[in-house]
């Protein structure tokens, strides 16, 4: 399974960033965003249905972040505004089956090779 996420660079607080994942589209899956920020662990963002795109959302980036996916285009987007410096990390795309873990849980995901976030102050 490939994914390729791009979008990712520079933008003062209170910015905003797209970012864009190509996926496999395959049905009864989930496409998931993971962050990482140096020295910590890599968490959960945001995460939605490919069928039905029933999304889930970490409490941290609720009400910024909207995850969004496209069919024809094989693409998950996360659209992030009012960015803060601690959302500086590295980005990554990731997608598995549904059911399971949580979809919160990094595992049983596949992941792409993540996209630099820096958000200055």
């Known amino acids: 399974v490939q994914l390729q996420a791009s979008g990712g660079g520079l933008v003062q607080a209170g910015g905003s960033l797209r970012l864009s994942c190509a996926v496999p589209?395959?049905?009864?899956?989930?496409m998931a965003w993971f962050r990482q920020a140096p020295g910590k662990e890599r968490d959960f963002i945001a995460a939605?249905?490919?069928?039905?795109?029933?999304?889930y959302y970490a409490d941290s980036v609720k009400g910024r972040c909207t995850i969004s996916r496209d069919k024809a285009k094989n693409t998950v987007y996360l659209q992030m505004s009012s960015l803060k410096p601690e959302d500086t990390a590295i980005y990554y795309c990731?997608?598995?089956?549904?059911?399971?873990?949580?979809?919160?849980?990094?595992?049983?995901?596949?992941w792409g090779q993540g996209t630099q976030v820096t958000v200055s102050s």
């Open positions: 990731a997608a598995r089956e549904s059911g399971g873990t949580a979809v919160y849980s990094r595992e049983n995901y596949y």
């Open positions: 589209g395959r049905t009864n899956w989930i």
């Open positions: 939605i249905t490919w069928n039905l795109a029933t999304t």
